[in-house]
């Protein structure tokens, strides 16, 4: 009778499940060797490892699913006493050495082991063992296995937990270790930090969301308690100045955080940390951007810009705050557009730089402010210090522009009991104590439609009223605008509606749309009906006058 039956192959983990029954059978006795011998000579040629190496991996891998494995634990396993398995400490420091085994230290100064997840992984999948080495690594061998850790999305919470804390206690001669160890974190704190240390020294990302942590977390609702806790302030991470709220455009986003400088310095003493300034140039408006543009302004406020584009050239400039130092005076210039909506005000600041050769960092008031206590505060402080970064690091210093600024700079409110007006006061008293010691430049724009707080008044070096253009300087505007107005009917519209130059441009644009949407020219009477539109609900301002 042919036998068609066909002989199994062995594999590394065949070969262990019998190294581990006839352990369990024979405990270390002399008949073990003599039948575990094929199986652990196997092993032992498979994984470049000595016999002994190949038995006690074995009993490593049939107690992997243990976070912590103890050389006890292996001994009540196969039956044997503690002193027999302790004289195989040896072989388990070969195993270590070779990246198959771990070894970490518990808090009564007793070693207990554990095994990588890849090498568990290739060995129940009969693929070939690559070791990595978990011990004694070097700061970039460190944050590679770090990395690694956060790659492998089918990881439970618990498991992902024990990989860092044997990890960081296999290192703990490294510093990051060391540190980490002292912050006494819970659990998810401790997965976050390793988290954000991770993607700032392997990703160069320092702005983490939600989405970088949230699959590594239990739940949903675990993911919404830290959160939670991230926004109040509640969280630990936060009280002790590990994390803090990631700043955009001054802005504080409670949705997106980055470990504090603090931090940084006592977790990356040995890593030089690069600041990339290209990524916050993004909260610039670069000068080249500004394309040239003819503003029309009555001869004393043109004198007075002039001057001003002189001042801000960038060598004239230099001389004039090194002098200004020299005679112990504030270097830094504050300056002050105001004036009716339309007359240029925004649109002089871009010109100015763009002649100047300065970027512009614009700051939104109505976005500054925020509704959450003080986060207000919070945030006009972070405007100042990127503003302060940006004069450090840059050659030429930007553009500070506060737009529409009439928020801030009206009178304080005097025994101030209502939230809102102690939020205002707040906020102007952090720009006035700013522009004490500002080093740049600082524009403001504003409508001026309520007086303009004294204190204000003092620290604004230049002071340029945008007055509405006069009929001249109207007719100007028309023709800049329409080239293909008659000097007679621009002159008519200049006399008889009394626009902006804002408003002007409107009307062009109304005119250019009608003209790309029926290809004819739009009658007199037509551009006419535009100039009333504009003029609907228009007021003229009745504005406090301040001096220049």
């Keep these: 009778m042919e036998n068609n039956s066909k002989k199994v192959k062995r594999t590394v983990l065949s070969s262990m499940e019998e190294v581990i029954s006839l352990a369990r059978k024979y405990s270390l006795e002399p008949e073990f060797y003599e039948k575990a011998a094929a199986a652990l000579k196997h092993i032992s040629k498979t994984l470049n490892l000595t016999k002994d ?35 195989m400490l040896n072989v388990a420091d070969g195993l270590i050495e070779k990246g198959f085994v771990t070894s970490h230290a518990s808090g009564k100064d007793e070693r ?28 970039d061998e460190f944050f590679d296995r770090l990395g690694e850790i956060f790659e492998d999305d089918d990881i439970l919470f618990h498991e992902r937990v024990e990989m860092l804390e044997n990890l960081v206690e296999s290192n703990m001669h490294l510093p990051y270790c060391k540190t980490i160890e002292k912050y006494n974190l819970s659990s998810v704190d401790y997965l976050l930090v390793n988290v954000f240390a991770s993607r700032l020294i392997n990703e160069d990302d320092d702005i983490i969301g939600t989405h970088n942590w949230e699959d590594y977390m239990i739940s949903k609702s675990q993911v919404r308690r830290v959160l939670r806790s991230l926004k109040n302030g509640t969280s630990q991470l936060i009280k002790d100045g590990i994390f803090e709220t990631k700043v955009d455009e001054g802005m504080r986003d409670p949705n997106y955080y980055h470990l504090t400088d603090a931090a940084k310095e006592a977790l990356f003493p040995d890593i030089e940390l690069v600041e990339s300034t290209e990524a916050d140039d993004k909260h610039l408006t670069s000068y080249t ?26 060598d004239q400039f230099k001389n004039v705050t090194d002098r200004l130092s020299e005679n112990g005076m ?47 505060e919070k945030n006009i402080k972070a405007t100042f210090d990127r503003y302060r970064k940006y004069v450090k690091e840059k050659e030429v210093a930007p553009i500070l522009l506060f737009n529409e600024a009439d928020a801030v ?52 070096i230049y002071k340029i009223e945008f007055e509405r253009p006069t009929l001249e300087a109207k007719q100007q505007i028309w023709k800049a605008m329409i080239p293909s107005l008659s000097d007679a009917f621009a002159h008519s519209l200049a006399k008889e509606f009394d626009l902006s130059g804002g408003q002007i441009e409107n009307v062009a644009r109304k005119r250019t749309v009608e003209l790309i949407l029926s290809g004819e020219e739009p009658s007199e009477e037509k551009i006419r009906e535009y100039c009333m539109g504009e003029m609907v609900n228009s007021k003229q301002d009745k504005r406090v006058k301040i001096g220049f």
């Excluded at 600041?349 to 939104?364: E, S, Y």
């Excluded at 522009?435 to 724009?445: K, P, S, Y």
Aim: proline share 3%; hydrophobic share 40%; glycine share 6%.
């Design 53 to 87: 190496e190949a038995m006690l991996l074995s009993f490593f891998i049939e107690m992997s699913s243990r976070s912590r494995i103890w050389i006890s634990g292996i001994a009540e396993m196969i039956n044997v006493s503690n002193i027999r398995m302790i004289t």
């Design 112 to 139: 207990y082991y554990s095994v990588p997840t890849n090498v568990v992984n290739s060995i129940r999948q009969n693929l070939p063992v690559t070791p990595v080495k978990m011990t004694d690594l070097t700061v």
């Design 289 to 314: 951007t500004f394309s040239p543009k003819h503003l029309f302004y009555a001869p004393h406020i043109q004198s007075q810009i002039d001057r001003l584009a002189e001042l801000l050239q960038q």
């Design 330 to 376: 504030r270097k830094g210039f504050a300056c002050l557009f105001y004036g009716s909506p339309g007359t240029g005000k925004t649109e002089t600041v871009n010109q100015l730089a763009r002649m100047t050769g300065r970027d512009v960092l614009m700051v939104d008031v109505s976005q500054i402010k925020s509704c959450w206590v003080g986060e207000s």
């Design 409 to 460: 700079l009206g009178i304080r409110q005097e025994g101030a009991q209502r939230a809102v007006d102690k939020m205002e006061n707040s906020i102007q008293n952090i720009i006035l104590q700013e522009m004490e010691t500002l080093e740049g430049i600082m524009i403001a724009t504003t409508n001026l439609t309520c007086n303009l707080d004294k204190a204000f008044e003092r620290r604004f």
